[in-house]
């Protein structure tokens, strides 16, 4: 058995060795070098030949993002997992090219060395087989006007109804091909709600990040929040489901703390449901890269529901898994490359 080999950047001894020796536990895996300097992990990269890195993403003399920044270009064949206490850089190295990130132990309530070990393990797994196209080195800008292609027409708001709703799903890679879907929406946008599956907080640095540069307005969920056209609310992280409630008002956002569904909590199948139930004909639902199914089958309700429905498609995807499901069970109407679907998303509500 061909084992997948791991190098380890982190400038704790103390971390180095614990995860190390809990890497080796598993017989797939195989440590092949562990660095408290991420220029002296550059220079042994050739030698080592290493499939996937474990890298901390606060260091000394360099941060990890930087890091990935310089190494991933020059390696191709080589993906990268990120370690990270509660930071918002972490999404610089998403933008680096990193298919991943964990949270380290004790970054959340609950959260400790056991269920550390068992999601980097995992997501450690994934990077070693994980299509990753990496992004152009760069910043992100918010947009001056509200930029839409040509092709794609303005958004005629006198005939948007305002039930209109965008409802999207991803899981690994996710982080930056909601960005790639988001990034030229205009402010007058029908409201958008998300689950990307993330840790507790990272939701709410993310959120953040994205308000910075989207030109619609962008949080973190909260209870009873109103799904209102121009915003974007994303799930927290955590133990609550995200669910799309209707009154007189409109819609809006209901939270409850339950039990995760496939694997995850947020999930996107219980946002799916909730949304074919309430929006039914009205909305439009995306399905992006990730790893499992989660949100695969209720993508089906809504399109049984008469909702438009997009899935991305398999070269641009970094883990071509949920998209797939949600194809395989007839839930895409429309499967398109990542960099394709904002525009028809915006096409949607054109005229």
Do not use: W
């Not at 990272?202 to 953040?208: C, K």
């Not at 339950?258 to 995850?264: D, F, I, L, Q, S």
């Amino acid at each position: 058995m061909l084992r997948t080999r791991v190098m380890i950047i982190d400038d704790s001894i103390m971390f180095r060795e614990f995860l190390s020796r809990a890497l080796a536990k598993d017989a797939s895996l195989e440590v092949v070098g562990a660095f408290a300097d991420p220029l002296q992990a550059m220079e042994q990269i050739t030698a080592l030949n290493p499939n996937v890195l474990a890298v901390d993403m606060e260091m000394p003399r360099m941060r990890g993002d930087e890091f990935l920044r310089i190494v991933l270009p020059k390696h191709p064949h080589l993906n990268a997992v990120v370690i990270s206490a509660l930071s918002k850089n972490v999404f610089d190295a998403m933008q680096a090219g990193a298919i991943d990130f964990v949270s380290k132990p004790g970054s959340s309530p609950g959260y400790e060395k056991e269920h550390f070990i068992e999601e980097i393990i995992e997501k450690i797994k994934i990077a070693a087989t994980a299509s990753l196209k990496r992004p152009a080195v760069g910043g992100y800008t918010r947009p001056q006007t509200a930029p839409i292609q040509p092709s794609v027409g303005r958004l005629n708001m006198g005939m948007v109804q305002s039930k209109n709703l965008i409802a999207i799903g991803a899981s690994t890679g996710g982080t930056e091909a909601i960005i790639q879907v988001i990034k030229d929406f205009p402010a007058t946008t029908p409201a958008v709600v998300i689950v990307q599956h993330m840790p507790p907080v990272f939701t709410r640095l993310y959120a953040e990040r994205l308000d910075k540069f989207i030109a619609m307005k962008v949080r973190e969920a909260k209870q009873g929040d109103r799904v209102e056209r121009g915003t974007i609310l994303i799930a927290p992280g955590g133990d609550q489901q995200m669910r799309l409630r209707s009154d007189a008002q409109g819609y809006f956002i209901s939270l409850s703390t339950e039990a995760k569904v496939n694997g995850h909590c947020p999930s996107v199948d219980i946002l799916f449901e909730s949304v074919a139930q309430v929006a039914g004909p009205h909305a439009l639902g995306v399905i992006l890269t990730g790893m499992g199914a989660d949100g695969a089958r209720c993508l089906r309700q809504m399109r049984d529901k008469g909702a438009h429905t997009i899935g991305q498609d398999e070269e641009s995807c970094i883990v071509y898994g949920m998209p797939k499901v949600a194809y395989d069970l007839g839930g895409v109407a429309e499967q398109l490359p990542l960099a394709a679907i904002g525009a028809a998303v915006l096409r949607r509500f054109s005229h």
